[in-house]
Structures are given as structure tokens and as C-alpha cells.
């Protein structure tokens, strides 16, 4: 993981002074694999994590990405619910990708084309980038 880090944009989202979000992507060549993103539970339900997702598609477009891809725990339906919204559309099915101390879950794989528009979102508000060095990582 920390070697993917090295090829990834992460940000954060404050609200004063207090981190209620992440997201993670990374580049490969023309896809951005977006790796994570959380909002802390008080906070959800309040249009940040579509925030987040937006900011990120927006970036990602900056760098040329033409796709965009993620995987979600099959039983997560807000999330799913979200994605679809943003245009992902269900790619494939990968069994048994997360491993859970409930035992192994499936993952959906969601995929979708970003075009040029996708570029103008950067409003960044409150996100900010972080340093992704490995050793920087806590």
C-alpha cells in the first residue's frame, strides 16, 4: 500500500480545524483508481462525501485521466447509491476482495468515463492536499 501511495493525491476535509474526510486516488496512465475516501460518521448525510468524490473526479480530469474507477463492499448501498448518482456505472464483481473479521466480502467494481466539464468542479473549499511520502504517513 505504501508503494501505491507514491503515485497517489490525497485530501483532506477540515471543519474547524477537525478532519472529517479523506479521499485517495491514484494514476495509471489514463485511469484514476480511487483507493479511499471516508467522512466521519457525525458528519455524514450532508453532501460532503459527493463533495469529496466531485473534487476527486475533478483532479483526477486535471491530470488527463479519461476513466475512473473504484470497488465498494457489495453491502454498501448508500455508497453504491452515491457513485451510480455520479455516473459510475457496475463493471464486475470481484468475490471475496475484502478480507473482514466477519470473513471475506465481495466488492463491485464501478467504473466511469470523466470528460472534460468533469475539469471545472475544483472548488476546493475546506480540501486540502496532503503529503503522501510514505514515511509522512501515520
Not at 39 to 55: E, N, T
Not at 61 to 90: C, D, M
Request: glycine content about 8%; aromatic content about 10%; charged content about 20%.
Amino acid at each position: 500500500f505504501r508503494k501505491q501511495l507514491r503515485n497517489a493525491s490525497c485530501w483532506v476535509l477540515e471543519q474547524q480545524g477537525m478532519l472529517i474526510g479523506f479521499g485517495i486516488f491514484s494514476m495509471v496512465k489514463h485511469w484514476a483508481h480511487i483507493m479511499n475516501m471516508g467522512i466521519a460518521p457525525g458528519f455524514r448525510r450532508q453532501g460532503l462525501g459527493r463533495r469529496m468524490m466531485l473534487h476527486m473526479l475533478s483532479m483526477a480530469s486535471k491530470k488527463h485521466a479519461r476513466y475512473s474507477w473504484l470497488e465498494v463492499r457489495l453491502t454498501n448501498i448508500p455508497a453504491i447509491r452515491l457513485y451510480h448518482q455520479l455516473g459510475f456505472r457496475k463493471k464486475q464483481l470481484r468475490r471475496k476482495y475484502y478480507s473482514l473479521p466477519g470473513g471475506p466480502m465481495d466488492a463491485i467494481v464501478m467504473v466511469k468515463r470523466l470528460s472534460p466539464a468533469q475539469r471545472r468542479y475544483a472548488k476546493a473549499g475546506n480540501l486540502r492536499s496532503t503529503n503522501t511520502r510514505p514515511s509522512r504517513m501515520r
